[in-house]
């Protein structure tokens, strides 16, 4: 009668609290031009190019589910002279040797201050800012986020990421969220 419905979600042993969820801010006057203009492609590792999902084996190996179309993004990427980097918190083999299997020119893990990172990316290869995208899906990524010209997030980001993005894709992290955005630059750059 009159009310709005709002979406529930349930709190940790706290019961029923709203969740109202925003549509993006952030929106750009041409964005086919910026993604056109692009000259580094970075993303965040778990949530992103994995379903944030840890899984661990019998003897305690951590394991983790990369999305082969993501991987064939980024190849797609490389191949048109963008430059690809991996930027993020966590310090496992495992990204490493996705980064090596891609042929990754840039990995950074560790990375507590992404935008330290876009910084010296933009230092050694004369990028600026505006040419350069990122997708990231918690908040540590809002700053890397709000640095670039183009932000995107995988459909299951949290709500801070949703509200500092140009673009928040269909697909979840680890299930083509990377290659839904790659698609989107490469037919600016009317890559077939």
Do not use: W
């Amino acid at each position: 009668m009159g009310k709005e419905k709002q979406t529930l979600v349930s709190g940790a042993h706290k019961g029923l609290r709203p969740l109202k969820k925003t549509a993006h801010s952030r929106t750009l006057k041409n964005p086919q031009k910026v993604l056109r203009n692009l000259k580094l492609f970075a993303s965040d590792v778990d949530g992103v190019l994995t379903d944030a999902g840890m899984y661990y084996g019998e003897s305690g190996e951590e394991l983790k589910k990369f999305h082969t179309r993501d991987g064939m993004g980024l190849k797609l990427l490389q191949a048109e002279g963008v430059i690809t980097a991996i930027i993020t918190m966590e310090n496992t083999k495992i990204v490493e040797r996705r980064g090596m299997k891609l042929g990754i020119p840039e990995v950074f893990q560790g990375a507590r201050d992404k935008v330290a990172v876009l910084l010296h990316l933009s230092e050694k290869y004369g990028i600026p800012y505006e040419q350069m995208a990122y997708i990231g899906d918690d908040v540590n990524d809002v700053g890397a986020l709000m640095t670039v010209g183009y932000a995107a997030a995988p459909a299951d980001c949290v709500e801070q990421v949703r509200r500092v993005v140009h673009y928040v894709c269909k697909k979840k992290g680890g299930e083509g969220a990377v290659r839904e955005v790659i698609d989107r630059i490469l037919a600016a750059k009317d890559v077939q």
